[in-house]
């Protein structure tokens, strides 16, 4: 068999669990809805309890509008910890045994999960822009830039679903995924300028926030849908002074080194 015609096989088993997964979903709408309202609750949390104080600092533009972008970061960071915990629970219930009974590529069961999850985390930006448009957040560029906007949250997300790849094929309980993800998710979300500048925070964590990803597809994201004050100074540091550079550079490595790893991983949990 050809190189060529191995890759294309490889991508039609990838399709079919990429809709098998899709239909799960479709069939378990809970699913769906609980995803989608941890970021309405976010942005109506920031938007209207906390604004009131964390909007007086200097954005330069309505705190709103600078929340959103951060909201996005955050939702697809964590949505992405959605591939580790039904990767772990097809492991759990079995389901892996019964793929590796069929004549299919051994990496298909994760290129699958990894790109169905990029429907819920289009599902969940599409749900929080309305949101967004509710209290107040616009976009102010052009429909190309506003849509390069979105292809990078997705990118970043993308990236994110193989780190969770990985963690699920090493623990392989859902519920060790879930809870390894959050000690790690959570402080990379809120130490960086999701929800306040980092000129406010001290130091040490100003440092870590300007070169964590998640700064940076969070400030393109902002620039890219034009929720920054023109007048204000350009950021000091080169990864907010290129954020869609500095994230793409973020996405290839990520996916350099996860990809090829998660699929060993898997090749390797099939086998037992």
Do not use: C
Not at 65 to 84: D, K, M, R, S, Y
């Amino acid at each position: 068999m050809s190189v060529l015609s191995a890759a294309l096989e490889s991508a039609s088993d990838a399709a079919v669990i990429t809709r098998r997964n899709l239909r799960k979903i479709l069939r378990v709408p809970d699913v769906l809805v609980f995803t989608t309202l941890s970021p309405i609750m976010f942005v109506l949390l920031f938007a209207y309890v906390f604004g009131g104080a964390i909007g007086t600092q200097d954005t330069g533009i309505d705190y709103r509008e600078f929340l959103i972008a951060g909201v996005f970061a955050q939702t697809v960071v964590f949505g992405a910890t959605f591939t580790g915990y039904s990767l772990a629970e097809d492991l759990q219930k079995g389901i892996i045994d019964r793929f590796r009974s069929l004549p299919m590529s051994t990496s298909s069961v994760v290129v699958g999960r990894t790109v169905s999850d990029i429907g819920i985390n289009l599902v969940s930006l599409f749900v929080m822009s309305l949101t967004g448009l509710v209290v107040g957040w616009r976009i102010r560029s052009s429909v190309l830039e506003a849509a390069g906007g979105y292809l990078v949250l997705v990118a970043f997300a993308f990236a994110i679903s193989w780190i969770m790849a990985s963690v699920a094929l090493v623990v392989r309980t859902p519920e060790v995924v879930n809870n390894a993800s959050f000690i790690v998710i959570f402080p990379l979300t809120f130490i960086a300028n999701t929800f306040v500048s980092i000129s406010s925070l001290p130091g040490p964590l100003a440092t870590f926030a300007n070169w964590n990803p998640v700064s940076s597809v969070t400030q393109a994201a902002r620039e890219l849908f034009g929720n920054t004050d023109p007048r204000a100074p350009a950021p000091e540091v080169w990864s907010l002074q290129h954020p869609v550079l500095y994230t793409l550079i973020w996405v290839l490595i990520i996916l350099a080194v996860f990809v090829p790893l998660s699929i060993r991983l898997y090749r390797r949990a099939a086998s037992r």
